[in-house]
């Protein structure tokens, strides 16, 4: 279900900001509110373990976070 929502007080300079970015992507200062809220309030979509896992970067061998190879 859609809901209005009003935006009182909004400086002149950021409601022509706006206009100006709605008007770069093609659409109303409205919509381009619509999706600036969109985009910041959206949860991104969840990723399993393993996604996770395998976006971690390789930094190195176990040995190389062994403190007894480092000679202490």
Same mark, same amino acid.
Not at 39 to 44: E, G, I, K
């Given at each position: 279900?859609?809901? /209005?929502? !009003?935006? *009182? /007080? !909004?400086?002149?300079?950021?409601? %022509?900001?706006?206009?100006?970015?709605?008007?770069?992507?093609?659409?109303?200062?409205?919509?381009?509110? *619509?999706?600036? %809220?969109?985009?910041?309030?959206? *949860?991104?979509?969840?990723?399993? %373990?393993?996604?996770?896992?395998?976006?971690?970067? /390789? !930094?190195?061998?176990?040995?190389?976070? /062994?403190? *007894?190879?480092?000679? !202490?």
């Amino acid at each position: 279900m859609a809901t /209005n929502l !009003v935006v *009182r /007080n !909004v400086d002149e300079e950021i409601a %022509l900001a706006l206009k100006m970015r709605g008007a770069a992507h093609g659409r109303s200062a409205e919509a381009e509110h *619509r999706e600036i %809220l969109r985009a910041a309030l959206q *949860r991104p979509a969840r990723r399993s %373990l393993v996604e996770v896992l395998a976006s971690m970067p /390789n !930094v190195g061998e176990d040995a190389d976070f /062994n403190i *007894r190879s480092v000679g !202490v």
